[in-house]
């Protein structure tokens, strides 16, 4: 089920919390609105953990994760390591990597299979990638745009991309990433899809200002309508290539 | 980059989206909102005038522009397009493509105008609207037609023209050059005088043109008054009217003059005898004893303004007897002349008495026995002339030829109506006194068209018309073998729009 909701009266949810299979990650916020809201829906399920990194609140940008491992940037300060590696669970393996592009969200998306990352990446950290996080990397672009990790959001079950993307990208994109991809926009027209929403496998959350015809493109491609918690447990992966068009 | 490196580039087709308020599918756009959404989104012509009232003058039919200027424009008209659009406020905020007019009963008082503009919204996404503004006409007379309306005769600036000699061959020949050049399009009122024509203009400026026309084509003097007609002492505002006194030189073509002694010294110690062969805005003198020409411009003139000695009036007609050609032939300034001595006797004196006279003149080259000559008659003549009898020992020739006389080959023509006519100014005249000036100023004029006839380079300002009512006569032909008349490329045929008649439109 997708959520509307807001961090500080901003939509851009994406860029303020971070969300995977196995845990949670939310910025220190003025209010506990907004933690409340995903200890409401995944309280019992996966950790949901207060953090900063580097001292900032754009969490969400900076780091780069899914159920394997979590990447941070080398900007982390060692309190920060340390308090992640103590909350998040133990085969979530925290690594802070040295790399030029430290805003390490904008430039990497991934899910628990494939990650896409920026062309421009050292060769040492796509390695790293591929080790901590147990992916298949590829370098690719979306729509033009070299920062992946802001133009498109994608789970194991389905990916949401830049609506100017052509059809061959589309093509292509869903060839790589074994799942159904739509072109599609968040937050009433934005074409920063994974600064407007956080998604995984059985849940979504996207910024206020989502049309309903958005949350419905969203629900239909993330399958989240009838996905339940327990269904993280099976590896569903589409043998089927399906993109809507 | 990679296209000029040759790399193969995948064809990209534009996939489509959903647009995000309505659902429907379309085309990804900067807003990602389909057009529709988009226009009940944001409305572009939000704060664009709709309503405007514009004032209309329905004598002259001009539109004001404030604050003072009136525009004239046609309804449906480019001009009144562009007025209209001036006069919306606010339209430098988004960029107009389109504007047309929407009819409206010319009665109505209503205009109306489309307009398409286009801005720039959300996340840089360009709209393109269409919008109507109405324009509500209201009446109002603009300042020139209300002062016309208040008094008709009401002019501004007068412009006097003088002559003061006594007759009116200059204003004739004057009047044809002002129809030519369109001179006095802008004069209220014409209106001739004793001596001279009243010009009439409801602007200072259209004076000052006039007067400076004049000064091309005649040698005048000038000046110029004003008198204080109304003064607001609130706002410092002054109205005048303006008169300018134009005098034109006496002299004028064909007379004969004697020069004061500065004069003729200063030019060149001229023989004191001249004749002035033309006038436009300087005076050409020829001696014709020794073929001299020179020119005296308008200030030159009026700084020893003397008058002519002998003008058209005193010529009288002369019968060539006898000619012996001097000199050969020369070309005077345009003109060819020939010294020659010729034996005239006076037509009154010619066959009752013996009275010969052996004089000299110019015009060698046209006349031989037989001829008629029109000249002065100085032997006889009895001048008063202060600068003639300052000259001491001179030595005074008893008959000066002006020009040949075609005045028998006249006589068979004689109320026959010529090939061409003139245009006339619309003048108002004062009711003539007596018959006898009537007379007068049919004479001069009837002279005048002759003196057009016998010179081509008085024609070459003047636009002649063909006169519809002349059919030639078959015997025509056989008679004038060099009877000065008008050949006809030079008639320019009179642009007639009445439905009855052909357009006949040829100029040469």
Same mark, same amino acid.
């Given at each position: 089920m997708a959520t509307r909701l807001q961090f500080e009266n901003n939509c851009e949810v994406g860029v303020f919390s971070k969300l995977t299979n196995g845990y949670c990650l939310v910025a220190i916020g003025g209010s506990e609105n907004f933690y409340s809201i995903f200890e409401d829906e995944l309280a019992g399920v996966i950790p949901v953990v207060k953090t900063s990194i580097a001292g900032t609140r754009i969490i969400g940008r900076l780091c780069a994760g899914n159920k394997n491992g979590l990447l941070l940037p080398h900007t982390t300060t060692d309190q920060e390591l340390q308090h992640l590696r103590n909350s998040l669970p133990d085969q979530v393996v925290v690594q802070r990597i040295d790399e030029r592009l430290s805003a390490l969200g904008n430039c990497i998306s991934c899910n628990d299979h494939v990650a896409l990352t920026h062309p421009d990446l050292d060769k040492e950290t796509e390695e790293m990638i591929a080790d901590v996080l147990g992916v298949e990397v590829f370098r690719q672009t979306v729509a033009g745009n070299i920062l992946v990790g802001s133009y498109c959001a994608f789970s194991n079950r389905g990916g949401l991309v830049h609506p100017h993307t052509s059809i061959e990208d589309l093509d292509e994109l869903s060839t790589l990433l074994q799942v159904p991809l739509v072109a599609g926009t968040v937050n009433r027209g934005s074409d920063v899809i994974a600064a407007g929403m956080i998604v995984n496998d059985w849940t979504a959350f996207c910024g206020s200002d989502t049309t309903a015809t958005e949350l419905s493109v969203i629900e239909s491609v993330f399958k989240l309508r009838e996905a339940q918690p327990s269904d993280i447990v099976q590896d569903m992966r589409k043998s089927l290539i399906d993109s809507y068009l | 980059m990679a296209e000029e490196a040759g790399v193969f580039m995948v064809p990209q087709t534009v996939g489509s989206v959903l647009c995000c308020k309505c659902g429907v599918r379309m085309a990804p756009n900067a807003a990602n909102m389909c057009v529709r959404c988009l226009r009940s989104e944001v409305d572009i012509t939000e704060g664009l005038q709709k309503h405007v009232i514009i004032l209309h003058c329905p004598e002259c039919n001009c539109y004001l522009q404030p604050p003072r200027t009136w525009i004239k424009a046609e309804l449906e008209s480019k001009e009144l397009l562009t007025f209209c659009i001036k006069r919306l406020k606010n339209l430098n905020k988004v960029r107009l493509v389109h504007a047309e007019f929407i009819w409206t009963e010319p009665h109505s008082k209503r205009i109306k105008v489309k307009l398409s503009v286009q801005k720039e919204v959300l996340h840089g996404a360009i709209l393109e609207q269409s919008y109507v503004v109405e324009y509500v006409q209201q009446e109002q007379m603009c300042d020139s037609c209300s002062r016309i309306q208040a008094n008709p005769d009401q002019w501004v600036a007068a412009v006097q023209l003088r002559q003061h000699v006594s007759h009116r061959r200059t204003f004739f020949y004057l009047e044809q050059l002002i129809l030519k050049h369109d001179a006095a399009v802008h004069a209220i009122k014409i209106k001739q005088m004793d001596h001279g024509i009243d010009f009439f203009f409801g602007n200072r400026s259209h004076a000052v043109k006039f007067v400076e026309f004049v000064g091309k084509v005649a040698p005048i003097r000038s000046r110029h008054d004003k008198q204080l007609v109304s003064h607001d002492s609130k706002s410092n505002n002054y109205n005048y009217k303006y008169t300018f006194s134009v005098e034109l030189s006496p002299v004028c073509r064909e007379d004969l003059i004697c020069l004061p002694p500065r004069v003729a010294v200063s030019l060149g110690n001229l023989g004191p005898l001249v004749i002035c062969t033309k006038v436009t805005n300087s005076i050409a003198l020829l001696d014709p004893f020794t073929l001299r020409h020179c020119f005296l411009d308008a200030d030159q003139y009026w700084r020893s303004s003397f008058k002519p %000695? %002998?003008?058209?009036?005193?010529l009288i007609e002369y019968i060539v007897l006898d000619v012996e050609i001097i000199s050969p032939e020369v070309n005077i300034g345009g003109s060819r002349y020939a010294l020659a001595d010729v034996q005239v006797a006076r037509v009154s004196d010619f066959g009752k008495n013996d009275t010969i006279f052996s004089v000299k003149s110019h015009l060698g080259h046209l006349l031989s026995p037989g001829d008629y000559a029109l000249g002065y008659d100085l032997y006889g003549a009895n001048t008063n002339d202060i600068d003639f009898d300052s000259y001491r020992g001179l030595v005074v020739p008893e008959a000066i030829l002006i020009k040949k006389s075609y005045e028998e080959k006249r006589q068979k023509k004689r109320g026959k109506p010529r090939s061409w006519k003139l245009k006339n100014l619309n003048m108002e005249v004062e009711e003539s006194r007596n018959r006898v000036e009537d007379e007068k100023k049919n004479t001069e004029y009837e002279e005048f068209l002759r003196d057009l006839e016998e010179n081509p380079e008085m024609r070459f300002n003047i636009s002649l018309y063909r006169n519809r009512d002349y059919q030639p006569s078959e015997i025509a032909s056989t008679v004038d073998g060099d009877f000065p008349s008008i050949p006809i490329e030079e008639l320019l045929a009179d642009l007639d729009l009445s439905e009855n008649e052909d357009e006949d439109d040829m100029h040469d």
């Open positions: - | %000695l %002998l003008t058209s009036r005193q």
